[in-house]
């Protein structure tokens, strides 16, 4: 629970499923107020009719894809007028593909790179003007690992996710100045539907099985940082610290560790 978002909207993208929904039902639960966006229409309806009964909380659904970017300024605006405002957005939506460079086609590339970065750009946008006016909001985007410490079998997917965290940490000090939070989750692999597209051959999922994260426990920590100044949510700890050597010791890493990264 998180008594700070008792009457507060929260925008959350990618909500149909996975930690998006998790979110959705945290936020519920805590007295917030949610506006949820997905391209799966189906899911959105049902998840909105579940939060709505249980916990009677304000629930509206709006049908998007994050690359369709001349759709986004008018779904906020349709936000705007349904809530009166935003109070904090989590740009959730996103995918990965896991496969070599050379076996990945650029129409991949450009998938990941539009949803992952330029989606989550797009509508960071939007609730910016927002929330400077009004001198306060949080903007949360779901990063991975996987942009601090890259592999193989996934450079696109990583790609995108250094953008990510290049985006957040410039827009965390451009933000601090009116009073907007922004933070970065970096979570390892979860276990939610993301593998049935990132991993066809189950290989990766089979192999890091004891290491997934719960997609409700990474719900919850993402929810209990809602409108505090949080600079990075990093899970798992033990994951994070690999990176931190990473950055620190890139060549030993890279050399000791090959044969386990490309466990993918």
């Excluded at 998180?2 to 929904?21: D, F, M, P």
């Excluded at 797009?122 to 009004?134: D, K, S, Y």
């Excluded at 779901?142 to 997917?157: M, V």
């Excluded at 451009?174 to 907007?180: H, I, N, Q």
Aim: proline share 3%; net charge positive; aromatic share 10%.
């Amino acid at each position: 629970m998180n008594s700070r978002l008792k009457g507060k909207t929260i925008v959350i993208t990618g909500a149909s499923g996975g930690i998006g929904e998790q979110m959705a039902i945290k936020v519920a639960k805590s007295g917030g107020n949610l506006a949820l966006i997905a391209r799966r229409v189906h899911l959105l309806e049902a998840l909105k009719e579940k939060l709505g009964t249980v916990y009677k909380c304000k629930v509206e659904i709006y049908p998007l894809n994050v690359t369709d970017y001349d759709q986004i300024p008018g779904t906020f605006q349709q936000i705007l007028n349904d809530f009166g405002t935003i109070h904090a957005l989590i740009n959730n939506a996103g995918y990965g593909i896991f496969q070599e460079a050379h076996e990945t086609s650029f129409q991949d590339v450009k998938g990941m790179m539009d949803v992952n970065v330029l989606g989550l750009m797009a509508c960071t946008g939007e609730v910016l003007p927002i929330m400077r006016e009004q001198g306060f909001g949080h903007v949360i985007n779901i990063a991975s690992q996987a942009g601090k410490f890259a592999s193989p079998k996934s450079s696109a997917y990583s790609a995108s996710k250094h953008a990510v965290l290049g985006y957040t940490n410039s827009l965390r000090m451009e933000a601090k100045r009116y009073g907007v939070y922004v933070t970065a989750v970096n979570p390892g692999p979860i276990a939610t539907d993301f593998f049935t597209i990132a991993d066809e051959s189950g290989t990766y999922t089979k192999n890091v099985e004891k290491f997934m994260l719960d997609p409700r426990k990474v719900a919850e920590e993402v929810v209990r940082a809602l409108l505090t100044n949080k600079r990075e949510i990093n899970l798992p700890r033990w994951m994070n610290a690999g990176s931190r050597i990473y950055q620190l010791f890139p060549s030993f890493v890279e050399k000791v560790g090959n044969s386990f990264f490309f466990k993918k």
